[in-house]
């Protein structure tokens, strides 16, 4: 089932289906040499409605954060949301999302008994669409009811432009806390707005985590390009400034949140090693893992772990902190569909209802109006005359292939919107679920609004033949006719390579988050409508 919620135009899909295979756990002789004794796991699961912890498979000790002794903190770690509201994709398996996310941390973790905090690397927005600012203040909004105590600046929140951004949530909103230590004025340009660190409230005996957050030179060197009027300090000159400051805190945990790649996050560590007079040293740095997956095991550098925990918010990563002297343990967990709210507990996940005002939001304001529907297909090249009608007007004269139309899953693709999709519903409205659950979405002629273009719900035969008017009444014309047929075999054709072309016009919509189990062969077969020969 459903939903992503950012395939917006220009989203790009992910290069490789993630592996959802569960992660093991690996304890870090990090700060130090002294190995503590463990203290046999818990045992305690008190959110019984979700799944009961898998019995630890031989050879393995420990495997996650579900067989951990309670740590004197957990710290859950995030980053590069990109705009993902929900569960990323519309077939299974499907992860991440915010919803699921609240049930790791807010019910699990703590009836468990953990104290937890949680921090995000940056990167909350999408980078482009009608919806982005919208999504962001929904998705800070989200992150302030998981309490999260900070969040970064990634390079698509300067996209919205960064102003805009922080108006739409930081302004507001003290808690969790927007950093970015680097960016050069932001007491003048951002007042009250950004800020250089922050410190979880540590009450009742719980550890304290100072986090800290800067961007690094590739990633600055790209928000200049989002918006010119950004600048940025370098990251060594502005940490060796904040060690005082840090060093007030008195928190056992410190935490670089570093907008920037592996490399330039690992020659930090390494510096702040080499001079630690000079430099904060941070126990996790978490750097941004941009396209790649994700790795179970953190590097290491001195007493710094180095990590990044994916994108799209398909997993996060969760240190155990042990006290002074013991070594972390690091977990990163896939938001896999075992973390859903069960059916009839959604009053007890604050998240389904922000999601469903999200999903009003967009229908009452009527975002589906910022959508330009200007683009031409390659058929309107040719013909620029040529628009759509809708699939009904093809029955008359194809009937079989009407037929298998009919029966198939494209002639009621809008349904899916309209009657399958829960939490939230109401997605006939969002243009990114619109975008390939309909005909001619952005394009000249094409769907507009159920009102408007009723004819243009589902995926018609236009979705794959383009606008068909000129054809319709000139159902004689050679050349009209062959513009709508591309993909037809032709002379000479290898059967690989004419399904190749097949492969890529599906993949616009059987994209890899969206269709999992696309495989070309067997899904043609199924709405395979060739002409009945005489
Ligand atoms: C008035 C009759 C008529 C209508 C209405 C009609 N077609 Fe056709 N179509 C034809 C004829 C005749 C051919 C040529 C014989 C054939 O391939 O079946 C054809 C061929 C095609 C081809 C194959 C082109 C090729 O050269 O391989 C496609 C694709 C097609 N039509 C799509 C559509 C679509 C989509 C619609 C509805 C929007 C539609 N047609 C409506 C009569 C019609
Ligand atoms: C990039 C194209 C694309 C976008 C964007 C998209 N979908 Fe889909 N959706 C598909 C495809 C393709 C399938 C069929 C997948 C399959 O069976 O392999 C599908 C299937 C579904 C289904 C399952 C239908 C069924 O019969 O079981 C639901 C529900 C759905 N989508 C809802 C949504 C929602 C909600 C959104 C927006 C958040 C959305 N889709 C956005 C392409 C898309
Ligand atoms: C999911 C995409 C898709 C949809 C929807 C679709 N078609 Fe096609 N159609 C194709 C492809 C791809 C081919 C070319 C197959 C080939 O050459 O073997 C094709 C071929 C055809 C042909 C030529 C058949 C032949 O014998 O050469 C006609 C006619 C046609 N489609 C009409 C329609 C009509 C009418 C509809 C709607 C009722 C429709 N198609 C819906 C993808 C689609
Ligand atoms: C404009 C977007 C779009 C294009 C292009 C498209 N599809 Fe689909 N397809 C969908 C959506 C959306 C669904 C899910 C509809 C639903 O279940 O409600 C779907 C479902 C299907 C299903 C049913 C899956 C199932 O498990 O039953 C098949 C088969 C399929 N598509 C084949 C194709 C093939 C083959 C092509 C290319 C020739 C293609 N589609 C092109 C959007 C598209």
Redesign the pocket.
């Known amino acids: 089932m459903v939903k992503d919620d950012q395939k917006g135009a220009g989203q790009a899909a992910l290069g490789a289906p993630a592996l959802a295979s569960r992660s093991s756990s690996f304890r870090l002789t990090a700060l130090v040499l002294t190995v503590v004794s463990l203290a046999s796991a818990t045992g305690f699961w008190a959110a019984s409605w979700l799944r009961k912890p898998d019995p630890v498979p031989q050879g393995r000790t420990v495997r996650g954060y579900r067989d951990w002794p309670k740590p004197d903190l957990a710290i859950v770690l995030s980053g590069e949301m990109h705009g993902y509201l929900q569960p990323c994709g519309c077939s299974e398996p499907q992860k991440g999302g915010l919803a699921r996310r609240y049930n790791l941390i807010q019910s699990i973790l703590k009836d468990r008994g953990w104290p937890v905090v949680a921090a995000d690397l940056g990167d909350v927005a999408q980078a482009n669409g009608p919806q982005a600012l919208l999504k962001y203040r929904y998705a800070m909004e989200g992150l302030q009811k998981l309490h999260y105590t900070a969040i970064g600046l990634g390079a698509n929140e300067t996209t919205l432009p960064l102003l805009s951004a922080l108006g739409e949530f930081a302004l507001n909103n003290p808690s969790p806390r927007v950093l970015a230590a680097n960016l050069h004025n932001m007491d003048k340009d951002y007042p009250g707005m950004v800020k250089s660190m922050e410190t979880s409230a540590g009450e009742d005996g719980v550890p304290k985590v100072t986090f800290v957050s800067v961007i690094g030179p590739s990633v600055a060197k790209q928000m200049q390009e989002n918006d010119r009027s950004l600048q940025f300090d370098p990251v060594e000159k502005t940490l060796e400034a904040l060690l005082p400051e840090i060093q007030k805190t008195k928190a056992q945990v410190r935490v670089l949140l570093y907008e920037g790649s592996e490399e330039e996050a690992k020659a930090y560590a390494v510096a702040a090693q080499n001079s630690p007079q000079k430099l904060p040293e941070f126990q996790i740095v978490v750097w941004l893992s941009g396209d790649l997956e994700p790795s179970e095991k953190p590097g290491q550098v001195g007493n710094s772990l180095l990590l990044s925990v994916g994108h799209k918010g398909q997993y996060v990563g969760i240190v155990g902190y042990y006290g002074q002297g013991s070594p972390f343990r690091y977990d990163l967990v896939p938001l896999n569909p075992e973390f859903e709210t069960p059916e009839g507990h959604d009053q007890d996940n604050p998240l389904h209802a922000l999601m469903q005002k999200y999903a009003k939001e967009v229908r009452d304001d009527n975002y589906l109006a910022k959508y330009p529907h200007n683009a031409k297909h390659p058929v309107q090249i040719a013909y620029p005359a040529a628009t759509y ?1 809708g ?1 009904e ?2 029955k ?3 009937d079989n292939a009407y037929d298998v139309w009919k029966n198939s899953a494209h002639s009621h693709a809008y349904a899916a919107l309209t009657e399958k999709a829960k939490r939230p519903t109401l997605r006939q409205f969002d243009g990114e679920c619109l975008r390939c659950h309909v005909t001619g979405f952005g394009q000249e002629g094409g769907f507009v609004s159920e009102e408007k273009t009723p004819l243009l719900k589902n995926v018609g ?2 979705s794959c ?1 383009g606008p ?1 008017s000129l ?2 009444k000139n ?2 014309d050679a050349s009209i ?2 513009a ?2 591309p993909l ?1 075999a032709k002379i000479g054709d290898k059967p690989a390579s004419r399904l190749n072309r097949m492969h890529d016009s599906c993949q616009t919509c059987h994209d890899l988050d969206n269709s999992v189990h696309f495989n070309v062969e067997k899904y043609w077969e199924k709405i395979i409508h060739t ?1 009945p020969k005489e």
Request: hydrophobic residues 25%; charged residues 25%.
């Open positions: 009608v699939s007007k093809c008359k004269c194809h035969c236009e033949h068909a054809h319709v159902p004689n006719r062959a709508l047929n037809k002409t």
